[in-house]
């Protein structure tokens, strides 16, 4: 069944300036189209780092005069499907987080299993909005700790990558702040290869 919703994947190292970027496109899309615009927030106030990210992000959202819709939701982030219509332009922030979260809340799940749990959750939200943009974080390339859960967690977070990409209609990687296209055109839709997951 094809889709009019818009999915875009943005991804970059720490600190690159992807949120930013994702977020001011959030909001043109909104003000444009005349759109509501919601966050959905996969970090959890773990420690203290953590905690001045989120609260960093909301005051940034806080700032930019924009009514942002805040859903702080860790995992199974399809549930929340059901609260968005066409009318909306989700932000999800970040991929990373979630599958962190994901993998600690049952260590004994198939990797597999849990790929295709929260591949079925991005799909139920793009069914259900007008664009979804998706925030990750680009740590393939960074030298780890290399034991077997980190080797695990960054393969599933490879594969989750690639599958995201494949369906979405423009892909961005930033750099020190500059948004690098790698996937889409201006205003293309790859409606024949992005049916579903």
């Known amino acids: 069944m094809e889709t009019t919703s818009h999915m875009i994947f943005i991804t970059g190292g720490v600190r690159s300036g992807k949120s930013s970027f994702a977020e001011k496109m959030a909001m043109e899309k909104a003000i444009s ?22 609260e960093k992000h909301k005051q940034q959202r806080h700032q930019c005069n924009q009514n942002w819709n805040t859903w702080e939701h860790p995992r199974n982030i399809g549930l929340l499907a059901e609260n968005f219509t066409n009318k909306d332009i989700l932000l999800l922030d970040c991929l990373t987080t979630l599958l962190n979260n994901e993998l600690f809340s049952d260590e004994t799940a198939q990797n597999n299993r849990m790929i295709g749990s929260i591949l079925s959750g991005i799909e139920r939200l793009r069914k259900n909005c007008d664009s979804l943009i998706i925030v990750s ?61």
């Open 33 to 54: 189209k005349g759109r509501n615009l919601h966050y959905i927030a996969t970090g959890l106030p773990s420690d203290t780092e953590m905690k001045l990210r989120i």
């Open 137 to 197: 974080n680009e740590i393939l390339n960074e030298t780890l700790q290399a034991n077997d859960l980190v080797l695990s967690y960054k393969k599933m977070l490879g594969h989750l990558h690639q599958e995201i990409v494949k369906y979405s209609d423009q892909a961005f990687l930033v750099e020190s702040g500059v948004p690098i296209l790698m996937k889409g055109g201006a205003d293309e839709r790859n409606h024949d290869s992005r049916d579903s997951f």
